[in-house]
């Protein structure tokens, strides 16, 4: 995240995210998958994935990233309250 915030990549945070991975593709095509954890995802992870060339489908995925997109707070901001907070206490 930080290395994205250091070359000018815009980088939001929202909060307990488990939502849905989205990709949408010039607006027409697009991916998605509601059966994965991004925090544990590796090469071996199996993942489920809905492909559709419906663009009402695509503009849905796009209101859905736009409405979360709004609701996140930038990342920059988050990083600094998790360094004002420090390592969590056990």
Not at 50 to 74: H, N, V
């Amino acid at each position: 995240m930080q290395k994205g915030l250091d070359n000018g990549v815009e980088v939001r945070h929202f909060p307990q995210y488990q939502g849905i991975f989205m990709l949408v593709g010039d607006g027409r095509e697009s991916i998605s998958s509601v059966s994965i954890d991004v925090r544990s995802l590796s090469i071996d992870t199996p993942v489920v994935a809905l492909w559709s060339d419906d663009p009402t489908y695509a503009e849905y995925l796009m209101s859905i990233f736009e409405t979360t997109w709004e609701q996140a707070i930038p990342a920059a901001e988050r990083i600094e309250e998790l360094l004002r907070e420090g390592p969590p206490k056990v």
